[in-house]
């Protein structure tokens, strides 16, 4: 069965410095995507950058980037040049696959990271 | 942008009711699920849906709930008879692609927090 862990339960940080989410994962499949979702305190979950496997280069999106170490199934998400707005439960995620490589879509979150940004 | 829309945003239910929650995925997505978190832990599935069929359930996903999709947009989650430890947030999801090379991720819903007395 896939395994998602977050050791951060939380972690804060001076707006406009840089932070890393870390994130691991246990899975015998060779081809997944993983994904980090935002959940802001009004519970919404939204999507915040996703990685594919089998694709060697890191993910980015503006202000996120993610260091994706397919051996070490290692999986963080940084934020660079971090905002008030960035506050939230992030959540890292992985998405099943069945044994045809296709995917009803389960994903299996970790516990989740509370993150806080300070002025 | 096209969003998953779930209600009622809360709801209240005494121990023993059923209760129904509602989604209307977006409108061209084929693939519907169904989280749930409770507060302060982790999301968790529960049952994604394919073809008018369940394709993949969880071992909370016990004969005490069902899913169905009684009309072309609506996508619902009932809980026969609730326990306290129903109390969640319950988030529903949608994709318009389920296979491993597609790049569309699933869009959540707000969440329908329902509350057992």
């Known amino acids: 069965a896939q395994t998602v862990t977050q050791s951060q339960p939380e972690m804060s940080v001076q707006e406009a410095e840089t932070v890393t989410l870390s994130c691991t994962y246990d899975?015998?499949?060779?081809?997944?995507?993983l994904f980090w979702y935002k959940q802001p305190p009004s519970r919404q979950m939204i999507l915040v950058i996703r990685?594919?496997?089998?694709?060697?280069q890191n993910a980015t999106e503006n202000r996120f980037s993610v260091n994706f170490q397919k051996a070490a199934k290692s999986f963080s998400l940084k934020i660079s040049d971090s905002q008030l707005g960035d506050t939230a439960m992030y959540f890292c995620a992985h998405l099943h696959t069945n044994a045809g490589g296709t995917s009803y879509g389960k994903l299996t979150f970790g516990q989740g990271t509370i993150l806080t940004v300070h002025p | 942008e096209p969003e998953v829309t779930q209600t009622p945003s809360h709801q209240v239910t005494q121990m023993g009711q059923e209760v129904i929650l509602r989604c209307v995925p977006i409108s061209n997505h084929l693939y519907f699920y169904w989280y749930r978190q409770i507060l302060g832990q982790k999301v968790e599935f529960l049952v994604s849906f394919y073809n008018n069929e369940i394709s993949e359930k969880s071992e909370i996903f016990d004969d005490q709930f069902s899913v169905e999709r009684p009309d072309g947009s609506n996508f619902t989650l009932k809980i026969r008879s609730t326990k306290l430890e129903d109390s969640a947030m319950y988030f529903c999801?949608?994709?318009?692609?389920?296979?491993?090379?597609?790049?569309?991720?699933?869009?959540f819903g707000d969440g329908t927090r329902l509350s057992i007395l």
């Open positions: 899975t015998s499949e060779n081809n997944y995507y």
């Open positions: 999801a949608s994709s318009d692609a389920g296979r491993i090379n597609s790049n569309q991720p699933q869009h």
């Open positions: 990685q594919e496997a089998y694709k060697q």
